[in-house]
């Protein structure tokens, strides 16, 4: 499976952004697709996760409300909906494939494949 992630960038607080990941590769219905992030030098915090068989969804506390994961099974891409942008979410994220059951979605350890970082900064 590859990840192909898009779509970071410059932007002031409370602005919105999409990010876009393109996954190819083996046959992926079975995978959970996540958005990781990582500041500085911590390791990478879940953001979001989606099941690409049934379109389950799942947030960190810190975006719900903010940001929307979301799949297109035409053009296999998920999507990470940013919206109402602050200063904290700056990081570098990333999108990961896994095919772990789904209730360790949230661990960075149990996902396999992992796409390039897409860098997106928030001015306050």
């Known amino acids: 499976v590859q990840l192909q992630a898009s779509g970071g960038g410059a932007v002031q607080a409370g602005d919105s952004l999409r990010l876009s990941c393109k996954v190819s590769?083996?046959?992926?219905?079975?995978?959970?697709l996540g958005w990781f992030r990582r500041t500085l030098e911590k390791e990478r915090v879940f953001v979001a996760a989606?099941?690409?068989?049934?379109?389950?969804?799942y947030y960190s506390d810190s975006v719900k409300g903010r940001f929307t994961i979301s799949r297109d099974t035409a053009d296999n891409i998920v999507y990470l909906q940013m919206n109402s942008l602050e200063s904290e979410d700056t990081a570098v994220y990333y999108c990961?494939?896994?095919?772990?059951?789904?209730?360790?979605?949230?661990?960075?350890?149990?996902?396999?494949?992992w796409g390039q970082g897409t860098q997106v900064t928030v001015s306050s």
């Open positions: 990961g494939a896994t095919t772990t059951i789904w209730g360790w979605v949230t661990q960075e350890n149990v996902y396999q494949y």
């Open positions: 590769g083996r046959p992926f219905s079975g995978y959970g």
């Open positions: 989606i099941s690409w068989r049934d379109g389950g969804t």
